[in-house]
Nanobody, 124 residues
Framework: QVQLVESGGGLVQAGGSLKLSCAAS????????MGWFRQAPGKEREFVAS????????TYADSVKGRFTISRDNAKDTVYLQMNRLKPEDTAVYYC?????????????????WGQGTQVTVSS
């Protein structure tokens, strides 16, 4: 049973930073992409960033490019999302997800396993 546990969310002022972590467990051997998605109140869940198993491929949504950085530590089976220069519009529940892939896909249907989410609130 694959489990993902996010942490690191919280309340921060605009312009501040937060670092999210997501620890995975229960996966069988193989290449797994990991991704971050978010859902703001009243909106659909959207892609934020993804990273391939090899870490050579990283993909970002245009809205976070240059401000957010995704990374992973395969030895710890953990993915991170460093969020800098946060804006009020970044307020959302952030979810990490994983799925078998050698790439860094953006599509949610490429990720069968999801965490429970962590709240990020950016005040103006």
């Amino acid at each position: 049973q694959v489990q993902l546990v996010e942490s690191g969310g919280g309340l921060v002022q605009a312009g501040g930073s937060l670092k999210l972590s997501c620890a995975a467990s229960g996966r069988t051997s193989g290449s797994y992409a990991m991704g971050w998605f978010r859902q703001a109140p009243g909106k659909e869940r959207e892609f934020v960033a993804s990273i391939s198993w090899s870490t050579l491929s990283k993909t970002y949504a245009d809205s976070v490019k240059g401000r957010f950085t995704i990374s992973r530590d395969n030895a710890k089976d953990t993915v991170y999302l460093q969020m800098n220069r946060l804006k009020p519009e970044d307020t959302a529940v952030y979810y990490c997800a994983t799925g078998r892939s050698s790439l860094a896909p953006r599509a949610q249907n490429q990720y069968p396993y999801w965490g429970q989410g962590t709240q990020v609130t950016v005040s103006s």
